[in-house]
C-alpha cells in the first residue's frame, strides 16, 4: 500500500508482512507495505509507529492464529463426517450380506442403527429410551448376536429427525460403560423373517421352583468351598468356573468316573429331603450317588459336552442356585435351542436329550432372553427379533445328580456312544448338513423305499380316518381340492360333491391311483404344477414328517398355503412323538404284537411287524429341494456345524419314540420288485437269515413332531392363520385358512 503526502513530510514505513521494523524515508513507498504514516517529526513519526507496528503484529498473530484453530476444527469435522460415511457403508454392506436388505440414500420411515445391537451390549430398553425421543416408534427389531437394529418410525420426518441427531453420536453402555458411536442408514422397510419356534428337545423337562428360597440357601450354605483343601474331595477351580464333587470323583483328564474309588462322606446330608423330591414326583427312578457342584461367576460358562455314556445312567438333573442361566442345546444336525433355566428350577435330562444332544453355558456377562418375560419364564428362547432383550448375569451354582453306571451303556445312540464304539452295527445314514445331503437322504430313505414297497403299502391303506373324513365332507359341493402326497388315493372318493385331484412323488403309487380311476399325477410337493390361488381346500396327510430339515417342512407348508384361494383351508397331518397322550396310548401303541411274537433286536431295533393301517398314513411325497421356495426361508441356525457325525437310530415298531429323527422299518411282504443295495436295507438279527431273506427291510426316514412344533412353523407364516390344531391317534394335527 502507498500514500501520497507532500514534503515537507517524510514517510514511515513499516513491512508488517516481512516483519521489517520501522523506518524513516522520504521516498513514497510502492511495496507491499501495511503502515506508511506521515508526520511531522521523525521522531514523533518513528515513536508513533512503532507502537502501531507492534499493535497490528499482536492483531496479525491472534487473527493468524484463530485461523489456524478454525483450519484445524474444519478438518476435524471434516475427518469425522468422512468416519462417519465410511462407517455407514460397512454398514450398509453388511446389513445386505447378513439380511439382504438395501440402503436407501432418501429418507423413510425406517432406520438400520449399526453398533445399537444387542450383540454389542446394548439392552432394547436403553436403545427404546434413546430412540423414542424423536418420535413414536411402530418397530423396533433386534436380530440376537447382531451388532444392529432396526427401527420403523410413525412417520418420515420423525425417522429423519432421529437420522439427523443420531448419525455418529456417540453413546455409553448402561451396563458396562463402554462408550459406543451410532451410525444409522435409512431402509425402505423393517422385515425380518421370524424364527422357527423351537420345543424342547425330546426327553427334557424343565420345573419351576422346585425348592423354596429358605431351601435354596441352606444348599448354598452346605457346599464349604474354603474348609476342606486338603480333603479328597476339594474343590477345584477350572478355567471357567469352581467346582466340587461328592460321591465320585469326575476325572476331566478321561471324562470319566473311577468306579472303585468313592469320595468319603457320600452325599451331602442337606441334599437329601430335595433327592426324596423328586423321588416321590417321579422325577428320577434311582437315588443319585454323584454330585458336582459348579460355581459360575458373570463371564464364565461350560464347553458343550454330553455326559459320558459309559460313566453314567440314563437320568442326570440338575439344581439352578442363585441366579438364572441361559444354556445351549444342541443336535448333531445343527440345531439349536437356548433354554431359560430360572433359579431354583430342575433340569431333567433323560433319552435323546442326555445321550444325544450336547449341552453348554457360553460364557458371557449377558444373556438374550424375551423381552417380554424378564421374569426368568421357563422356556426355550426363540429367536424373535421383536422381542429379545439382554439380562445381566450373577452368580449362579449347578447341583448336578447323577446316578453311576456298572454296566456298558446300550443306548440307541451307537454313532456318539464309548461303551459301543467299535462294535459291529448297522450303519445308519447321518442327518442332513446341507439341502444336498438332505435331498439325498429323502431320495435313498423315502423315495425309492416306497417305490419298492408301493404294492405292499397300499394294501395296507384302506380305511380313512374320521377325522379326515369330517374335514371332507364339510366342504361345500363343487369345491376343487388338492390332496398332495395321495399316496394310494384312499381320500380321492370320500365326497362324491368335490372335485379332488392327488399328487404323490412315488409313480408306482400314482399308477395304483390311476388303476383306481383317480385324478393324479406324480410331483413333489415342494414344488406342485397347479396355479397359485387355485384351490378351495387342501389336505396332506402323513407327508411333511418324511422332509429331513426343519427349512424344508417349512417350504412345503409355504407350498399348501400358495395353492389356497383366499378363504380356502387345509388339513395337515404328521406323525407325533408323544404316542401316548394325555395318559391314553395312540392305536399304533396298542396293536404291538403280543409277547410270543415279540423279537429281541439287541442290534437292529427292528419288530417284525409292519407299520398297519392304525399307524400314521405315510405317503412317500418329500423332497426335490426347490431353491424358488427356499430362498428367503434359511435360518442361520440350521447351517450350524454338527457337534458329531451322528447317525439316524433305527426305530423298533410299536414303541414309543425316543428320537424325533429316525429311521423306520418296513418289511416287506411278498418279496421286492428289484434288489437295490441303496435301496434294499436288508437288516439280518442275528440267526433270521432265512426269514429276513424272505422279507425284506427297507428303512424311511421320519422326523416326528412334538407337541406345539407344527402349530408354531405354521404360524411362522404370514399368509395363513391357525384355525384349529388338535391330536388324533398319534398324530398332531392342525387346519390352516389362507388369508
Known amino acids: 500500500m502507498s500514500v501520497c503526502i507532500q514534503p515537507p513530510y517524510m514517510f514511515v514505513v513499516a513491512c508488517l508482512r516481512h516483519k521489517t521494523k520501522p523506518k524513516l524515508s522520504n521516498k513514497e513507498p510502492n511495496l507491499s507495505l501495511i503502515v506508511a504514516l506521515p508526520l511531522p517529526t521523525a521522531a514523533a513519526q518513528l515513536c508513533l509507529a512503532t507502537r502501531y507496528f507492534r499493535f497490528q503484529k499482536r492483531l496479525l498473530r491472534q487473527n493468524t492464529s484463530m485461523e489456524a484453530k478454525t483450519t484445524e476444527d474444519h478438518l476435524k469435522v471434516h475427518k469425522m463426517k468422512k468416519k462417519v460415511v465410511r462407517k455407514q457403508v460397512r454398514a450398509q454392506h453388511t446389513l445386505m450380506r447378513h439380511e439382504g436388505i438395501e440402503c436407501v440414500s432418501h429418507a423413510t420411515q425406517s432406520l438400520v442403527i449399526a453398533n445399537a445391537g444387542l450383540g454389542n451390549g446394548m439392552s432394547r430398553q436403553q436403545l427404546l429410551r434413546i430412540l423414542e425421543e424423536y418420535g413414536a416408534m411402530e418397530t423396533l427389531l433386534m436380530p440376537p448376536n447382531k451388532p444392529y437394529s432396526f427401527v420403523k418410525y410413525r412417520t ?137 457342584v459348579n460355581q459360575y461367576e458373570p463371564g464364565q460358562g461350560i464347553p458343550p459336552h454330553t455326559d459320558t455314556h459309559s460313566a453314567f445312567e440314563d437320568e442326570i438333573i440338575s439344581l439352578s442356585l442363585g441366579a438364572e442361566i441361559v444354556m445351549d442345546f444342541k443336535h448333531p444336525d445343527g440345531r439349536t435351542v437356548a433354554i431359560m433355566l430360572p433359579r431354583c428350577s430342575l433340569l431333567v435330562m433323560t433319552g435323546e436329550s442326555r445321550y444325544l444332544w450336547t449341552h453348554g453355558i457360553t460364557p458371557r456377562k449377558y444373556d438374550v432372553i424375551q423381552a417380554s418375560e424378564l421374569g426368568q419364564k421357563v422356556g426355550t428362547i426363540t429367536a424373535n427379533a421383536g422381542d429379545l432383550t439382554l439380562n445381566r448375569r450373577e452368580t449362579r451354582t449347578s447341583f448336578t445328580f447323577r446316578k453311576v453306571r456298572r454296566s456298558p451303556c446300550s443306548c440307541i445312540y451307537p454313532s456318539v456312544c464309548d461303551s459301543q464304539k467299535g462294535q459291529h452295527r448297522l450303519v445308519q445314514p447321518s442327518f442332513p448338513q446341507n439341502e444336498m445331503e438332505a435331498s439325498k437322504l429323502e431320495q435313498e430313505y423315502v423315495h425309492k423305499v416306497y417305490e419298492e414297497i408301493a404294492t405292499h403299502f397300499s394294501s395296507t391303506r384302506h380305511s380313512p380316518w374320521p377325522r379326515i373324513v369330517e374335514f371332507l365332507r364339510s366342504l361345500p359341493t363343487g369345491s376343487i381340492v388338492a390332496d398332495i402326497g395321495c399316496g394310494n388315493g384312499k381320500y380321492l372318493s370320500i365326497n362324491k360333491d368335490l372335485y379332488m385331484v392327488g399328487c404323490d412323488r412315488s409313480k408306482n403309487l400314482v399308477d395304483i391311483c390311476a388303476e383306481k380311476h383317480f385324478q393324479a399325477f406324480v410331483c413333489d410337493a415342494l414344488s406342485v404344477p397347479i396355479r397359485s390361488g387355485s384351490c378351495d381346500a387342501c389336505i396332506s396327510i402323513a407327508v411333511i414328517h418324511h422332509f429331513s430339515t426343519a427349512e424344508r417342512r417349512l417350504a412345503t407348508i409355504h407350498e399348501l398355503a400358495r395353492l389356497l384361494r383366499p378363504g380356502g383351508t387345509a388339513l395337515i397331518y404328521v406323525w407325533a412323538m408323544e404316542q401316548e397322550y394325555k395318559n391314553q396310548k395312540s392305536k399304533y401303541l396298542k396293536e404291538k404284537n403280543g409277547s410270543k411274537n415279540k423279537e429281541k433286536e439287541m442290534n437292529t431295533g427292528t419288530a417284525e411287524r409292519p407299520l398297519s393301517d392304525q399307524g400314521p398314513d405315510n405317503s412317500s411325497q418329500d423332497s426335490a429341494w426347490s431353491d424358488q421356495l427356499l430362498n428367503g426361508l434359511k435360518d442361520e441356525s440350521y447351517s450350524a456345524k454338527p457337534v458329531a457325525d451322528f447317525r439316524l437310530p433305527v426305530h423298533t415298531n410299536r414303541t414309543s419314540f425316543h428320537s424325533q429323527d429316525l429311521l423306520v422299518p418296513w418289511h416287506l411282504k411278498g418279496g421286492s420288485k428289484k434288489k437295490e443295495e441303496s435301496v434294499d436295507t436288508v437288516l439280518v438279527p442275528g440267526g433270521s437269515k432265512e426269514s429276513q431273506e424272505l422279507s425284506p427291510v427297507f428303512h424311511r426316514y421320519y422326523h416326528v413332531f412334538c407337541e406345539g412344533e407344527l402349530e408354531a412353523v405354521c404360524r411362522t407364516l404370514d399368509c395363513v392363520r391357525v384355525q384349529k390344531s388338535y391330536y388324533d391317534q398319534g398324530n398332531w394335527c392342525v387346519i390352516l385358512e389362507k388369508l
Open 156 to 292: 418420515t420426518e420423525e425417522a429423519k429427525k432421529a437420522f439427523n441427531a443420531l448419525n455418529g453420536k456417540e453413546v455409553t453402555l448402561e451396563d458396562c460403560d463402554q462408550n459406543i458411536v451410532l451410525y444409522i442408514n435409512f431402509v425402505e422397510k423393517v422385515s425380518l423373517q421370524n424364527a422357527v419356534p423351537t420345543s424342547l428337545p425330546p426327553g427334557l423337562m424343565v420345573i419351576e421352583k422346585i425348592i423354596s428360597p429358605e431351601e435354596e440357601r441352606r444348599m448354598l450354605e452346605g457346599i464349604d468351598w474354603k474348609g476342606d483343601e486338603d480333603t479328597q474331595n476339594a474343590q477345584k477351580t477350572l478355567k471357567h468356573r469352581r467346582v466340587k464333587h461328592f460321591g465320585y470323583e469326575f476325572r476331566y483328564d478321561n471324562n470319566n468316573v473311577d468306579k472303585d474309588k468313592p469320595l468319603p462322606g457320600g452325599l451331602p446330608e442337606i441334599c437329601n429331603p430335595f433327592l426324596e423330591k423328586c423321588l416321590k414326583q417321579g422325577y428320577i427312578k434311582h437315588k443319585p450317588d454323584q454330585l458336582t
